[in-house]
């Protein structure tokens, strides 16, 4: 399965999405990320937690969601979007017939303060996602009806720390 996960920025939850669905899952999925309004780099906290990790930060980067759209694009067949749509965030849309699901959380690239500050909010939006992610592979989903998967994928959407 392909995933696409979807933010305004592309810089800190979508890229922290497709870090996490491409590890957890790895061998069930793919995960790509992008953005309606790519800011055009990583958030300087997402790459200071990913590093904090071991996590090899090279392949990422923020990028439009246009490059899912093209002709050479890999097909998609599931879209979540993480913005925040409760803080009044414009989420993006993606077109086409992929299953659709919104993760909204608050935007960590958003804290103002120290590294420490912003460490923390990197670290808890980390915590959310890799929930829902643990979720979302705790299903079989490659068997599910559509309904019942796109069900499933609103209460994993409406967990902990939800926007």
Do not use: Y
């Not at 490059?67 to 993606?94: K, M, N, Q, R, Y």
């Amino acid at each position: 399965m392909n995933i696409l996960v979807l933010c305004t920025g592309n810089s800190a939850r979508s890229i922290l999405g497709e870090v996490i669905l491409g590890q957890l899952g790895a061998g069930r999925v793919t995960a790509f990320s992008a953005g309606s309004q790519p800011k055009g780099a990583v958030h300087p906290g997402a790459l200071r937690l990913l590093a904090a990790r071991g996590i090899d930060t090279s392949g990422l980067h923020s990028k439009s969601w246009n490059t899912f759209t093209g002709p050479d694009a890999p097909e998609i067949d599931l879209v979540i979007t993480v913005c925040g749509s409760a803080a009044g965030e414009a989420c993006p849309i993606f077109p086409g017939t992929p299953l659709r699901a919104h993760w909204g959380l608050p935007d960590p690239a958003a804290v103002t303060g120290d590294d420490a500050e912003v460490d923390a909010a990197f670290a808890q939006t980390w915590d959310w996602l890799t929930k829902r992610a643990e979720a979302f592979l705790a299903l079989p989903f490659e068997t599910m009806a559509r309904d019942e998967l796109q069900a499933r994928l609103a209460e994993i959407g409406a967990m902990e720390g939800a926007a």
